[in-house]
């Protein structure tokens, strides 16, 4: 574990520490939204820490809170985590083996896995996807149960604009891998394809349908060095 | 059954359920060898993915269009990433002018 603080660069482990910061941030108002919204402490704080996936979280609580089914919102957040399944097997080397692949798989988050694919080699994927992994669990977490015990502080992280910023790290993350054109080709057909689906179908769905542009992904000859790895 | 006890079904299955899709990768893979061409295409689908949902939560809102301060904060956040200007630029870049907006009364 310690060689994860030596291979990270002090520049990734900067970035990645903003994140993990407006993270908090989001987590201050999801816990604050939660208890706002007459739910008691423990339900948006038992979520973060067994479930820990943001997105779902807020569906989650503001299907239960507006009076809804908590089995009609455990689907919903089901849907909206399904993408995690093709993260984790795009990402197996990375989270690990043995026992390591425990606290691995859960603490993965749209923001480490972006962080991973950034990295070129796979010890420095390593290490930004377990620093981003833990240091979003361990902010995210608090700012949850800050939020949910100081109450309405922070409700709305759209006034500081926060909405635009998670869109705007994971577009800057995956920016490098846009350069191969299939990839981009891929990505684009993808892209339009969640961005017609969504008025019409529950959310999670449209972006896993955004795999439909894959129909346009052709793998590249295998590198010379990953042939002799 | 009482509302607390649906209520720990509805988080509990939701923890088992997104856990094991997490899992399902890193286990299946100290099973069986992976071919690179395979390799491959699930990375392209991580790229797939992460890009769908930077255009989907960048776009829209709900099932409907997301306003104007969002998608020109990440419209500005992506112009900075693509001129390679440093990460933490694009980020406050992107969360002020979509704050800036709104303080102008910009939806």
């Known amino acids: 574990m310690r060689s994860i603080w030596r291979t990270l660069d002090p520049g990734l482990a900067r970035d990645i520490g903003l994140v993990c910061l407006a993270d908090g941030v989001v987590g201050v108002s999801y816990g604050a939204i939660s208890v706002g919204g007459g739910l008691p402490l423990w339900v948006p704080v038992l979520l973060s820490v067994v479930v820990f996936a943001g997105a779902s979280q807020f569906l989650f609580v503001g299907i239960v809170a507006a009076g809804g089914s908590p089995i009609a919102a455990m689907i919903a957040g089901l849907l909206v985590n399904s993408r995690h399944l093709a993260f984790g097997l795009a990402l197996s080397d990375v989270i690990g083996r043995g026992w390591r692949r425990w606290p691995g798989s859960h603490v993965m988050t749209d923001e480490n896995v972006a962080f991973a694919m950034g990295q070129d080699e796979l010890e420095q994927r390593r290490a930004a996807y377990w620093a981003g992994g833990i240091g979003i669990f361990v902010c995210w977490n608090l700012g949850v149960v800050v939020g949910g015990l100081a109450g309405s502080v922070i409700t709305d992280t759209d006034v500081f604009g926060l909405d635009a910023a998670f869109p705007a790290v994971l577009l800057a993350l995956v920016l490098p891998a846009l350069r191969d054109r299939s990839t981009r080709t891929a990505a684009l057909v993808g892209v339009v394809v969640a961005l017609a689906a969504t008025p019409f179908l529950p959310a999670g769905l449209p972006v896993l349908l955004a795999l439909a542009g894959l129909l346009f992904y052709r793998a590249g000859k295998p590198a010379l060095e990953e042939v002799v790895r | ?107």
């Open chain 2, 1 to 107: 059954m009482n509302n607390t006890a649906v209520l720990l079904i509805g988080i509990g299955v939701l923890a088992v359920g997104t856990f094991s899709m997490r899992f399902a990768g890193p286990a299946l893979r100290s099973r069986v060898e992976v071919p690179e061409r395979a390799q491959q295409v699930l990375a392209a689908a991580a790229i797939v993915l992460l890009a769908a949902l930077v255009a989907t939560s960048a776009l829209t809102d709900g099932h409907g269009p997301a306003g104007v301060a969002r998608p020109a904060g990440v419209l500005v956040g992506g112009v900075l990433a693509w001129r390679k200007a440093p990460f933490v630029l694009v980020v406050v870049a992107a969360a002020a002018t979509a704050a800036g907006l709104r303080l102008l009364g910009v939806p």
